[in-house]
C-alpha cells in the first residue's frame, strides 16, 4: 500500500498537561475530550430511564457494529460487542473443534489473554500448545511457518507482539493454514485502529480487540469479529438482546432463535448505556482520522526515537520486521536500574516488558514530547 499522508498533531482533542509526555499507547490510551462527553452523557440516560425506549437498547450498539466493520474490513453482521479480549477468545475457544492429536499454537509470550484460553482447551482436550520460540531476529512469521503442519487446529495469534511490536505476517499465515486446514484466531488489541487490517485477506475465524488501547475506547469494551461459518455456533453466555426480535419488550415468550450474524456472541446487558456511545465516539474518530494515516503518523513517530536509539547503539526492531506504531528498545547490557522510574520523574511515560522498553506514540504526541525523550534516553547510555 501506499504511504498515506501523516495526519497533523491532534493533542487539542485530548486532555494531556503540556509536561506530560505520554508515549504508552499500548498500556492504556487516554480517552479523547468528546468521547468522555459522549460517557459522562451515556452515564447520565439512566437519570431518567423513563426516557429510555426499548430500542434504545439496539441503536448504539448497531452504530458500533457498522464503525467496527469498517476497521475490520468486514460487514456490521459480523460484529459481537464484547468486554474484553479474553471473554472474544473464550468465545473462540468454545467454537473451535480441537483433539488430542492435534495441537493449539501459540507464540512465546503471548499475551496471557490469548494464551491461558488456548493452555485450558489444550489441557481439557488432551491436544498440545506450542509455543513458537522468539526468534533472535524477530522473523515471526518464518517460526511460525515452521511450526505450522497438519495437525494444528487452531492458531492464536496477534498482528504484532505485545511486547516489542513485531509483526506477523498474518496473510502469510493464513495461506498456510488454508493448505493445513487449522483455523486462525487473532488478538487485535495492540494492532486494530493502529494498523490496517483486510479481513478478506486475513480471514480468521474470530479476531477480536479490546477497545481501550488503539481504538481508544473505555476500559471494558471490545470488539469481536466472528466469520460467517460461525455465525451459528454457541455463545458463551445466553444472551437474551441477540433473541429474535427482543425489542418487543412486552411480548413475553422465550425465543430459541437468535437475530442473525454475530450478535449471539455480545456480552449480556450489551446495551450498555454510560460506555457503548464513549466508544462509538472514539470509533467514529479513528475513521474520521482513518487508519492508513494513523499508522503513517504514528511511523513517523517511532522512526525518529528508533533513529535516536540507534545513533545511541541501542538495540531495536528493523522498521521491516515491526508494526509502525510501536518500538521495542534493547540495552546490550540489559535495561539499566531505574530507567522507567527516572524517566517517570520527568513526566515521560513508558512501560517496561521483558527486557525491553516498549515506546507506543499516539497522535497527540508532539515533536517535543519525541525531544524530551530522546534527551532522556541520552542521558541513561
Ligand atoms: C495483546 C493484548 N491482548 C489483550 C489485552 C487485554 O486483554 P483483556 O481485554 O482480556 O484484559 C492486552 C493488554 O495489554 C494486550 O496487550
Redesign the pocket.
Same mark, same amino acid.
Do not use: E, K, R
Given at each position: 500500500m501506499a504511504t498515506q499522508p501523516a495526519l497533523a498533531e491532534q493533542r487539542h482533542l485530548f486532555e494531556i498537561p503540556d509536561e506530560v509526555c505520554y508515549l504508552n499507547c499500548a498500556y492504556i490510551s487516554p480517552l479523547l475530550k468528546s468521547t468522555t462527553q459522549a460517557g459522562k452523557q451515556g452515564m447520565a440516560r439512566k437519570l431518567r430511564p423513563w426516557e429510555i425506549r426499548p430500542p434504545d437498547f439496539f441503536s448504539t450498539a448497531g452504530k458500533i457494529r457498522s464503525t467496527a466493520a469498517s476497521l475490520f474490513g468486514s460487514t456490521a453482521d459480523d460484529i459481537a460487542i464484547v468486554p474484553? $479480549?479474553?471473554y472474544g477468545l473464550a468465545a473462540a475457544a468454545r467454537n473451535l473443534p480441537v483433539r488430542k492429536d492435534q495441537n493449539i499454537l501459540v507464540l512465546a509470550e503471548q499475551?496471557p489473554?490469548?494464551y491461558y484460553v488456548w493452555e485450558a482447551l489444550a489441557r481439557n482436550s488432551g491436544a498440545t500448545l506450542r509455543s513458537v520460540a522468539r526468534p533472535a531476529d524477530g522473523d515471526w512469521t518464518r517460526e511460525i511457518l515452521e511450526s505450522l503442519d497438519n495437525q494444528t487446529a487452531i492458531a492464536a495469534l496477534?498482528h504484532c507482539h505485545?511486547s516489542d511490536g513485531t509483526l506477523v505476517d498474518l496473510v502469510q499465515i493464513r495461506q498456510h493454514l488454508d493448505e493445513m486446514g487449522g483455523a486462525l484466531v487473532v488478538?487485535l488489541?495492540?494492532s486494530l485502529g493502529a494498523m490496517t487490517f483486510d479481513v478478506g485477506l486475513i480471514r480468521p475465524d474470530f479476531a477480536v480487540a $479490546?477497545a481501550y488501547k488503539w481504538l481508544l475506547g473505555p476500559y471494558a469494551t471490545?470488539l469481536l469479529y466472528v466469520d460467517p461459518r460461525h455465525h451459528e455456533g454457541e455463545p458463551l453466555e445466553m444472551p437474551i438482546f441477540s433473541r429474535k426480535n427482543a425489542v418487543q419488550f412486552s411480548d413475553i415468550s422465550y425465543r430459541d432463535d437468535f437475530e442473525p450474524g454475530a450478535c449471539r456472541f455480545d456480552v449480556g446487558e450489551v446495551a450498555n448505556f454510560a460506555l457503548l456511545p464513549a466508544l462509538h465516539d472514539a470509533l467514529l474518530q479513528i475513521l474520521e482520522w482513518q487508519v492508513p494515516r494513523i499508522q503513517a503518523s504514528l511511523g513517523q513517530r517511532t522512526a525518529v526515537i528508533s533513529a535516536e536509539a540507534r545513533t545511541l547503539g541501542l538495540d531495536v526492531v528493523d522498521p521491516a520486521r515491526r508494526a509502525p506504531h510501536f518500538l521495542g528498545i534493547r540495552f546490550p547490557t540489559g535495561l539499566p536500574a531505574g530507567l522507567t522510574e527516572h524517566l517517570r520523574d520527568q513526566q515521560i511515560y513508558v512501560s517496561v516488558r521483558g527486557e525491553t522498553l516498549r515506546v507506543t506514540p499516539y497522535l497527540y504526541n508532539t515533536e517535543n514530547d519525541l525531544a524530551r525523550f530522546n534527551q532522556a534516553l541520552r542521558s541513561f547510555v
Open positions: 474484553s $479480549a479474553s499475551y489473554s490469548n496477534p505485545w488478538d488489541t495492540q $479490546a471490545g
